[in-house]
């Protein structure tokens, strides 16, 4: 039988990652990957002849620089290129563009709120601040609250200190950001809509609330932390597709020594004795190893590859509880030619960027309310990408590729998750019907679509209740207790398991940083 000192579960850009630094080690590493393809959610594939989908992830910032330098990415082909505009079209005819330019940003603003043009500065200020506050959190194992281990004890200190270090007035705006909703955050800055509903949609992004709940204020903050090549508050365009950042990352993995194969679904953890001691493969087939590294979300790692046999039952409760929800799908369609806005017409550098249809906070508030009650959003809040004209390595000549995020689609709808099938085409129906009040020609240049619910994000990408994130960002499923309090430092209590995936410190987006935390800490912690 094979033997490695560690076996990944799962082919994302987590599990990638951690498979590298562990390689990089000089350790032997075996990752397994269920699908054909690499990447988990940050994939590329030719769905439709000549069009390369971002199938699910679309855009990138959180990709940590210290993860980019250390597996020396660029050498193996990652190349972001950043996108320098968010646009808002408006159903009256108006429209926002908001530029990396901060004075070409206040004349736009200027047109809706000469106050709100003053402020805008302001603002950005502040949330770097809360961000320099914050970023160095992502760079760190959580300590635990109940340990009385020196060095955790220090890294709280450390972080005590930090807050302190705002003073009143920065510790205000701390204590707002962890409990205020976006909504009503903003609200404290902004007095236009047409600049406050744009901003507010970064607090739910992948999870199931409205910008009115409470707490959504830190997502929002979470989002603003993108950095590229230095710069703060970037996102960009993986060229080739968000699967090009996979394939850099198995490339660098491959170049330290480790070992990928596609195509080998897991069916169990093998435990023998309360330890993991390898796998065993949906064929039979086993495979030993010191230590196995979950890659997936922890309801899919626990409850599924272990087995509740295995837990302790208290253990299994907190994880049935540790919210999954997922909220969102995604349509992508390939297009004859580049759309043309009403309120915008024509090909321009404002389409160059990300779109968001988001004319208000009522509209998006009115969204929530009905996936609450378990159906999808006829009027959903949209954002929408077209990176071919970015890259055109994407699309045929002349031809273009739209990426529309969707918000809400609940998992649960009211007549059962299993009844997403059923549904799936009318949704797909109403992100093209809201698309055509700004764009009134859409459907004449769609030639493919594709459309995820929930469900599909589930059946197809492994992930729980098709939750973007592997469980929400939501702040009683942060830092140390994420995914419970008890094993929040990447360990599991089944001895020589890991995890690594997005449900673990510091969350979801293609961030890195979880792959890469798990292993510097099982190399730290002599675990493999």
Not at 417 to 423: N, T
Not at 468 to 482: A, N, P, T, V
Request: proline content about 7%; hydrophobic content about 40%; charged content about 25%.
């Amino acid at each position: 039988m094979a033997h490695y000192d560690a076996i990944i579960i799962g082919g994302g850009h987590n599990g990638l990652v951690s498979a590298a630094v562990l390689a990089k080690a000089g350790r032997k590493v075996l990752v397994l990957e269920r699908r054909h393809v690499l990447g988990g959610a940050a994939v590329t594939e030719e769905i439709y002849p000549g069009f390369k989908y971002s199938v699910c992830s679309y855009v990138v910032s959180l990709l940590r620089p210290e993860i980019i330098r250390e597996l020396q990415l660029p050498r193996f082909g990652l190349e972001i290129l950043p996108l320098d505009c968010s646009f808002l079209p408006l159903p009256d005819g108006r429209s926002l563009a908001r530029w990396g330019d901060a004075e070409r940003t206040r004349a736009e603003v200027s047109k809706f709120s000469a106050r709100d043009a003053e402020r805008a500065s302001q603002f950005g200020h502040a949330m770097v601040r809360m961000g320099q506050l914050v970023r160095p959190i992502l760079k760190m194992v959580p300590p635990s609250p109940g340990s009385m281990n020196p060095s955790q004890l220090l890294d709280l200190l450390q972080l005590g200190r930090r807050f302190q270090g705002l003073g009143p007035e920065g510790l205000a705006l701390a204590t707002k950001m962890m409990t205020m909703s976006a909504a009503d955050f903003l609200d404290e800055w902004f007095e236009s809509e047409a600049l406050k509903a744009p901003m507010s949609v970064s607090g739910i992004i992948g999870t199931f609330q409205g910008v009115r709940s409470p707490g959504t204020a830190y997502v929002l903050l979470h989002h603003y932390m993108g950095e590229i090549d230095g710069a703060y508050r970037s996102w960009g365009f993986a060229k080739g597709g968000t699967g090009a950042i996979s394939n850099a990352i198995a490339d660098s993995a491959r170049h330290f020594g480790a070992e990928i194969r596609t195509e080998a679904p897991i069916g169990r953890v093998r435990i023998e004795g309360g330890k993991a001691t390898g796998v065993i493969l949906e064929n039979g087939d086993e495979i030993a190893a010191n230590v196995v590294v979950s890659g997936v979300d922890p309801h899919r790692t626990f409850l599924g590859l272990v087995g509740e046999e295995h837990l302790d039952p208290d253990l299994v409760k907190r994880i049935r509880r540790f919210k999954m929800r997922g909220s969102s799908g995604k349509v992508n369609l390939a297009l004859d030619r580049a759309p043309s806005f009403t309120c915008r017409p024509g090909d321009g550098p404002h389409i160059r960027g990300d779109i968001a249809i988001a004319p208000s906070i009522d509209y998006l508030e009115r969204a929530y309310d009905q996936a609450k009650y378990g159906e999808f959003s006829t009027r959903p809040y949209l954002n929408v990408v077209i990176p071919s004209l970015t890259d055109p390595s994407v699309a045929p000549p002349g031809k273009h590729v739209m990426s529309c995020f969707v918000q809400y689609a609940p998992y649960r709808i009211k007549e059962g998750p299993e009844h997403w099938p059923e549904k799936r085409e009318a949704f797909g129906d109403t992100v093209v019907d809201t698309l055509e009040e700004y764009i009134p020609d859409i459907r004449d240049i769609i030639l493919h679509r594709q459309v995820l619910s929930p469900w599909d994000l589930e059946q197809e990408f492994g992930l729980t209740e098709g939750n973007i994130f592997h469980g929400e960002l939501s702040l009683e499923q942060l830092f140390f207790l994420r995914p419970t309090a008890d094993w929040s430092r990447y360990r599991t209590p089944v001895r020589h398991l890991w995890m690594c995936g997005s449900g673990t410190h510091p969350g979801g987006g293609i961030m890195g940083a979880p792959g890469w935390l798990a292993a510097r800490e099982m190399l730290r912690a002599g675990g493999v």
